[in-house]
């Protein structure tokens, strides 16, 4: 069985020429989505999967009808053939049940991996390159240095009476923060 699928992006947009050049490739159930590729939800979608069984073929217009990303097509591929089902790519020429189709796949996988290296390398080289200037990073501290100086003079004050002048939630509400965010902030001897 031939199991068709579109997607348009938006409800506006017609979805006819897709259907037409589903039809004309002899689809058997011709399912369509009007959502953006970029929602993980898609019912057609998933209709047109549950349907498709080891042997059928699911036929689309364009591969960017299909994926969200290069990595969200090459999950689906693999989905696909782990289930037996050959995908077809009517305006690429692509058919997953020929040599040629299946080395395409996995060109694209091994660009998808190379792809998710090079990310995870850039990051480690950013990362490093802040350490070297100082940076440790995640969140910036809510309090500077001189507002952690002077959080520090006020819990240490004491009154008259030799009790703390200041409650840490009076400290936090003078700067604006939690109280929490000020115990980090003091000094462990001081408490």
């Known amino acids: 069985m031939r199991v068709g699928y579109g997607r348009v992006s938006t409800a ?7 259907r037409d ?7 058997d159930r011709v399912f369509i989505d009007k959502a953006s590729g970029k929602l993980a939800r898609r019912p057609e979608l998933d209709k047109a999967l549950l349907i498709a069984r080891k042997g059928d073929q699911l036929v689309i217009t364009k591969l960017d009808r299909l994926g969200r990303s290069l990595e969200h097509l090459i999950a689906l591929s693999n989905e696909l053939q782990a289930n037996g089902i050959d995908l077809v790519v009517l305006d690429q020429g692509i058919d997953t049940s020929t040599s040629l189709g299946r080395m395409f796949f996995h060109i694209l996988g091994a660009i998808a991996e190379f792809e998710h290296s090079l990310m995870s390398e850039r990051t480690r080289d950013g990362l490093a390159a802040a350490r070297a200037r100082g940076r440790t990073g995640g969140q910036k501290a809510k309090l500077t240095l001189r507002q952690t100086k002077v959080a520090q003079d006020m819990y240490d004050e004491l009154g008259r009476d030799g009790h703390r002048a200041h409650t ?11 109280r929490p965010t000020i115990y980090r902030h003091l000094q462990p001897t001081a408490r």
């Not at 050049?21 to 689809?27: I, K, N, Q, R």
């Not at 840490?168 to 939690?178: D, L």
């Open 12 to 18: 506006d947009q017609n979805p006819d020429a897709q």
């Open 21 to 27: 050049a589903l039809a004309a490739a002899s689809c």
């Open 168 to 178: 840490v939630a009076e400290i936090a509400a003078e700067f604006g923060v939690s």
